[in-house]
């Protein structure tokens, strides 16, 4: 079945109402945290204080006696008995020298290296007992120089023995002599330096775990708020606790948000999964929001230059980036894959700029660990691009939309000059729609009337791309990939015709178990209603990737299909059988099995019976039951793209930004569940422009102390700080994969930043207000007002 086809399946593109959502709104969720399990201990982890500093010595004596302590573990207590965290992606230097890959320990041995670094684990009765003791484990620090900022690694104390000089790889892409030579005959160079801010993930639920060990089956089970379980429990069986892996279920229920942070396998899951066994006991523990700001990877950090070479009519000749990278104190789980393959490769935008040459250096620093957070690399790439592209229009007295219509890819497919090849898209139509829906026509008027208050009105362009379904997995593994990235679907038909559905990707607020329910009723002409989704338990659902990169529909989706496949293959059989007819008469569509030529026809339900009452058909050639799964490996990325339009109002006088107007059209080739789409979008361009006005991570330069730490400290957006937002959507559905779909989960965040910006230095324009970085922050755009004036 192709895409063309599928879109016109029943319940394919209908907002049916989320089936998760009954039981969230009426409190029934099922959370980690509101499992409470047999002999259930509660665990305090002590946190390094410093920055940088030896562990000299550790007492735990007086905490051990305390009431209710049942152990007390440090890094003299793992150390030799376990690995360490590994990380996921191997990236080549070009020196041809794998990266620098340091110890992670999951308690720290000899020295910690940010404020939030694992020193201790403390079990106790109650989780007051464990606080107490946790508070009177007294260790003798020797302080070191710390470093926080990307800028100064290289010149500052060196972290980890295997990186002396703090770098963890030096890396690139594109072909530097053709871009040089570009550049020395180009008409015009614009050149940009600009900072991507961190950013501190803050999911509604914090994460959390639950480790406990059958000393009958010696088996271990891990509760954990978690995205990817399978991948979660490989990392933890095969490269830190060298367990058999199905000696180790991990279950991840429901799940309250994620946006990346909760994609990765943390020393906490280890520590509770191991000491379990050590204890014969189960063991909790649920992060608190303070906890959470220090130690959950952070998103981002990336400082950058960028040089775009143009011809004397603005077209696109050659850019030229160098990017350096703040991986923190240690490479998580997909750490350095963020700054490289997810982010170069993606610079290449929506534009024919024939060469594009990327140089990145990632480098260590006194933080917590970076990793991919809503986006993962794309956002950084279309911040740094769709700025740039703002201001070759201006340097070139082109407006924004021109700049970019000058260049916009128009025929497909296209390779790029940064590895990727867009199979299909749209981005005229995308930017001529988005362009309607913000009525721009109408942008002047609106600009006067600010004026009139004294406002300082702008508007600002971002037409993005991402690449979603990470594929495929041989050249992913040439890429330095270190596991597979395809998806399983399992179909189980019962008797009665309902249906469970298996699937390795994870829902934690995506609506997987509306939208995968929609694709299987959609097929197979049964109501949404008789179909249920399964996911998060290794224990029972097959081998899968998780959910991350925008994948599930294109991937975990594509897999579902492949399995429905199956299952018609072999229900037209047993249909064939029961009409008296050849299989390859056998048609079926709207849940009737007919003959072709004929009015015979029997519906899908006869058929599932059946296959279970083996007396109705021939066993020499069928088995009995209708139970199929399959694997999906995708042959390429999806695309995702869209032109996003943000008019902002500026007081002047104060610095404060208001954004007034937003409007995103968004090409995800073809839409499931329109609804759950729009809230996709919704939620994502509320991120992104949290990221760009509101949200920036801050540690103290000398003491590496971090700043903000806190809500009081870290500014979120909220509701008020919108307005209503005006969507639409363009379908080119994609070429390579059943469903046709591109995926929708990260666009907003990654479409919105840039556009913000772009629209705020619109706006400021007027005053000499060249640049700035994000968040524009009341001060910060005062202060640049103030400069300009100065």
Same mark, same amino acid.
């Given at each position: $079945?192709?895409?063309?086809?599928?879109?016109?399946?029943?319940? =394919?593109?209908?907002?049916?109402?989320?089936?998760?959502?009954?039981?969230?709104?009426?409190?029934?969720?099922?959370?980690?945290?509101?499992?409470?399990?047999?002999?259930?201990?509660?665990?305090?982890?002590? +946190?390094?204080?410093?920055?940088?500093?030896?562990?000299?010595? %550790?007492?735990?004596?007086?905490?051990?006696?305390m009431p209710g302590v049942m152990r007390i573990f440090t890094g003299k207590?793992?150390?030799?008995?376990?690995?360490?965290?590994?990380?996921?992606?191997?990236?080549?230097?070009?020196?041809?020298?794998?990266?620098?890959?340091?110890?992670?320990?999951?308690?720290?041995?000899?020295?910690?290296?940010?404020?939030?670094?694992?020193?201790? $684990?403390?079990?106790?009765?109650?989780l007051e007992q464990a606080k107490n003791a946790a508070e009177a484990v007294e260790v003798d620090y020797e302080v070191l120089p710390s470093v926080v900022k990307v800028s100064d690694a290289a010149k500052a104390a060196a972290l980890h023995e295997a990186a002396p000089d703090n770098c963890c790889y030096k890396w690139a892409i594109g072909d530097k002599g053709q871009v040089d030579a570009a550049f020395a005959n180009a008409?015009?160079?614009?050149?940009?330096?600009?900072?991507?801010?961190?950013? %501190?993930?803050?999911?509604?639920?914090? &994460?959390?775990? =639950?480790?406990?060990?059958?000393?009958?089956?010696?088996?271990?089970?891990?509760?954990?708020?978690?995205?990817?379980?399978?991948?979660?429990?490989?990392?933890?069986?095969?490269?830190?606790?060298?367990?058999?892996?199905?000696?180790? &279920?991990?279950?991840?229920?429901d799940v309250g948000g994620g946006f990346g942070s909760k994609i990765f396998l943390y020393a906490e899951d280890v520590c509770l999964t191991w000491a379990a066994k050590q204890l014969n006991c189960s063991i909790k523990w649920t992060a608190d929001r303070s906890e959470a700001f220090?130690?959950?990877?952070?998103?981002?950090?990336?400082?950058?230059?960028?040089?775009?070479?143009?011809? *004397?009519?603005?077209?696109?000749?050659?850019? +030229?980036?160098?990017?350096?990278?703040?991986?923190?104190? !240690?490479?998580?789980?997909?750490?350095?894959?963020?700054?490289?393959?997810? !982010?170069?490769?993606?610079?290449?935008? @929506?534009?024919?700029?024939?060469?594009?040459?990327?140089?990145?250096?990632?480098?260590?620093?006194?933080?917590?660990?970076?990793?991919? !957070? +809503?986006?993962?690399? +794309?956002p950084e790439a279309t911040y740094l691009l769709e700025r740039l592209v703002s201001r070759c229009g201006w340097d070139?007295?082109?407006?924004?939309?021109?700049? &970019? *219509?000058?260049?916009?890819?128009? @025929?497909?497919?296209?390779?790029?000059?940064?590895?990727? @090849? !867009?199979?299909?898209?749209?981005? $005229?139509?995308? $930017?001529?729609?988005?362009?309607?829906?913000?009525?721009?026509?109408?942008?002047?008027?609106?600009?006067?009337?600010?004026?009139?208050?004294?406002?300082?009105r702008g508007i600002g362009y971002s037409s993005y791309i991402e690449a979603c379904g990470i594929a495929p997995s041989n050249i992913a593994g040439a890429l330095g990939a270190r596991a597979g990235l395809f998806e399983c679907g399992e179909v189980r038909v019962h008797p009665t015709g309902s249906v469970t559905v298996f699937t390795g990707s994870h829902s934690h607020g995506q609506g997987h178990e509306t939208t995968f329910a929609q694709v299987v009723a959609g097929r197979l002409g049964i109501p949404v209603e008789n179909v249920d989704v399964v996911h998060g338990d290794t224990g029972r659902v097959p081998f899968g990737m998780g959910t991350y990169g925008s994948r599930?529909?294109?991937?975990?989706?594509?897999?579902?299909?492949?399995?429905?496949? *199956? =299952?018609?293959?072999?229900?037209? *059989?047993?249909a064939a059988h029961l009409m008296e007819a050849s299989d390859a008469d056998i048609e079926f569509a709207n849940g009737e099995f007919t003959v072709k030529g004929t009015d015979k026809k029997i519906p899908f339900g006869q058929v599932a019976l059946t296959a279970y009452v083996p007396h109705n058909y021939p066993l020499d050639k069928l088995e009995p039951g209708l139970n199929e799964t399959a694997f999906y490996d995708p042959t390429n990325f999806t695309f995702p793209a869209g032109t996003y339009i943000c008019e902002v109002e500026v007081d002047p006088a104060t610095g404060v930004v208001r954004v007034d107007r937003f409007s995103a059209v968004d090409d995800f080739g073809t839409i499931i569940n329109p609804m759950i789409v729009e809230g996709q979008v919704h939620g994502g361009i509320v991120q992104g422009i949290g990221q760009a006005l509101m949200e920036n991570c801050v540690y103290d330069e000398h003491t590496g102390q971090l700043l903000t730490g806190s809500f009081m400290d870290y500014a979120m957006p909220r509701a008020d700080d919108f307005p209503h937002f005006k969507l639409d959507t363009v379908c080119t559905p994609c070429t390579h994969n059943p469903l046709g779909t591109k995926g929708c989960g990260e666009a907003g965040a990654i479409g919105s930043p840039p556009a913000v910006i772009n629209a705020v230095l619109d706006a400021l324009a007027p005053l000499g207000v060249k640049d700035f970085d994000m968040p524009a922050s009341p001060a910060r755009v005062w202060e640049a007002i103030q400069s300009a004036k100065a």
């Open positions: $079945m192709g895409a063309s086809d599928f879109s016109k399946l029943p319940h =394919i593109g209908e907002a049916v109402l989320r089936k998760e959502d009954y039981r969230f709104l009426t409190g029934a969720g099922n959370y980690t945290d509101d499992i409470h399990l047999a002999q259930e201990q509660q665990a305090v982890f002590v +946190r390094s204080p410093h920055a940088h500093a030896v562990i000299k010595a %550790i007492d735990t004596a007086k905490a051990s006696a207590d793992v150390e030799g008995k376990m690995g360490g965290l590994p990380c996921g992606w191997l990236i080549t230097s070009t020196d041809g020298q794998p990266m620098k890959e340091p110890p992670h320990p999951i308690l720290a041995q000899g020295k910690v290296r940010y404020v939030g670094d694992h020193v201790a $684990m403390v079990v106790a009765a109650t008409a015009h160079i614009t050149k940009l330096d600009l900072t991507n801010n961190r950013l %501190i993930p803050n999911a509604m639920e914090p &994460r959390a775990a =639950i480790g406990s060990y059958n000393r009958g089956a010696d088996e271990y089970t891990l509760y954990v708020s978690n995205q990817n379980p399978h991948v979660e429990r490989l990392l933890m069986t095969a490269f830190v606790l060298g367990l058999p892996e199905h000696k180790v &279920r991990v279950i991840a229920p220090l130690s959950d990877a952070h998103g981002r950090d990336h400082v950058s230059h960028a040089e775009m070479a143009m011809d *004397k009519d603005g077209k696109f000749l050659a850019m +030229r980036v160098h990017t350096d990278a703040n991986m923190g104190a !240690y490479l998580s789980t997909f750490a350095s894959a963020v700054p490289t393959i997810l !982010y170069a490769t993606l610079l290449a935008g @929506q534009y024919t700029c024939p060469q594009v040459y990327v140089e990145v250096d990632a480098w260590f620093t006194n933080t917590a660990p970076v990793d991919a !957070y +809503r986006g993962a690399g +794309r070139m007295g082109l407006s924004q939309d021109e700049i &970019r *219509k000058r260049n916009f890819i128009t @025929q497909w497919p296209y390779q790029t000059p940064v590895a990727l @090849q !867009y199979d299909v898209g749209d981005y $005229m139509q995308c $930017m001529t729609k988005a362009q309607e829906l913000a009525d721009v026509a109408g942008f002047d008027a609106r600009r006067q009337a600010s004026e009139a208050k004294g406002l300082k599930s529909i294109s991937v975990g989706g594509a897999a579902i299909m492949k399995a429905l496949d *199956k =299952i018609e293959t072999k229900a037209k *059989k047993i």
